[in-house]
């Protein structure tokens, strides 16, 4: 089968499209071939090294992975003889961040924990752009913010992958929702239901009087004591991901402001969850979420769409055809 595969961690350009041999499942494994898989941070760490403290998981001087890739969607080829919940024949998306990776290749064979079925009204492509984006935007705004109907809800760096899906899963909680980008996503915010938008190449929201319950960072950087004055007594601010000074001092000060006050102060981290993700093609049939794909690249053009989402300004998601 066809791959990309790596063995130094580096720049792009160490990622080769190459013919390896296609796994066989394991009694517990289920075979997915696959027709799309999308790109999200953990891919860059993955492919980096970096930071350094990742490589404790990853593979300290090379890859222990060495076909990446987390998002995919596609069917099921066959199953191991234990797996109960899948069928060869039935289409299927999921995360494999905590189940090898090996999303950028024809074939994986993965536990079935890391799989849910493919919502109906998805292409392969659309599929592919939901698991981990998704699944972080549900873990932030329900498992740690507490999100609740009518409040008033800030995303911080709304238009990329996390953040298009945090917009409109706050959404569908019943939340008043704003959303923070540049002059080029102002519509797209717009147009997946963010009641208010901010350009913050023209405002800055934490200088405005408005308060918020509950404030997601998803991108961009804005020192700690700024977060904390733009929320209202009692509310949440959730760092999830943007700049690395946002999440030294939410680790570092966070518990301090929540320990001394009555507003909470903390980041996230995604854990791959077979239940949120069921959760989340719900709200995609149901039609309350819809992924925002950017651009789509073939598999030989990995390294080109590595070098554009490493720019940090998808509008959306960066999806990989295989
Ligand atoms: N905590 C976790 O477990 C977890 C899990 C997944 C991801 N993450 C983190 O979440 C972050 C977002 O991931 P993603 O996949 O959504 O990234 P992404 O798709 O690459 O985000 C790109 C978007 O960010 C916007 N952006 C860039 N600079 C900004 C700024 N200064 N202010 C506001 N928006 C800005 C860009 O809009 P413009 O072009 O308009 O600037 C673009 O639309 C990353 O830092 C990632 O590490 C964390």
Not at 71 to 77: Q, Y
Not at 229 to 243: A, E, Q, Y
Not at 270 to 298: C, G, S, W
Request: hydrophobic content about 40%; some cysteine.
């Amino acid at each position: 089968m066809k791959a990309i595969v790596y063995s130094k961690y580096g720049s792009p350009e160490v990622l080769k499209l190459t013919e390896i041999d296609k796994p066989i499942p394991k009694n517990n494994e289920v075979l997915v071939k696959i027709n799309a898989s999308s790109l999200n941070y953990g891919n860059l760490v993955l492919l980096k090294g970096d930071p350094f403290l990742a490589r404790f998981a990853f593979g300290l001087l090379k890859p222990k992975y060495t076909i990446p890739g987390g998002d995919i969607a596609g069917r099921v080829e066959a199953v191991g003889k234990d797996v109960t919940q899948f069928q060869p024949g039935q289409e299927v998306f999921g995360d494999l961040s905590t189940s090898g990776w090996g999303g950028f290749a024809e074939y994986v064979s993965v536990p079935e924990k890391a799989l849910a079925l493919k919502p109906e009204n998805l292409t392969f492509e659309e599929a592919a752009a939901v698991p981990m984006a998704a699944v972080t935007a549900l873990q932030g705004l329900r498992n740690k913010g507490k999100i609740q109907a009518r409040q008033k809800v800030l995303i911080n760096g709304a238009s990329g992958g996390v953040g298009s899906f945090a917009v409109q899963i706050a959404k569908s909680f019943g939340a008043e929702v704003t959303g923070v980008c540049s002059t080029r996503n102002l519509e797209i915010l717009r147009s997946i239901g963010a009641d208010h938008v901010i350009d913050y190449t023209k405002e800055d929201f934490t200088e405005k009087v408005q308060k918020y319950d509950l404030i997601l960072a998803v991108n961009g950087h804005h020192p700690i004591t700024a977060y904390e004055r733009s929320l209202n007594d009692k509310g949440t601010f959730i760092h999830v991901g943007g700049s690395g000074a946002q999440l030294f001092q939410t680790m570092t000060l966070g518990p301090w402001f929540s320990l001394s006050g009555s507003k909470k102060m903390s980041s996230l981290l995604q854990r791959q969850n077979q239940n949120d993700l069921i959760y989340v093609k719900e709200l995609l049939e149901a039609r309350k979420i819809k992924p925002v794909i950017d651009k789509t690249f073939k598999m030989n053009e990995i390294v080109k769409a590595f070098k554009y989402f490493e720019q940090g300004h998808a509008q959306g998601k960066v999806v990989i055809t295989i």
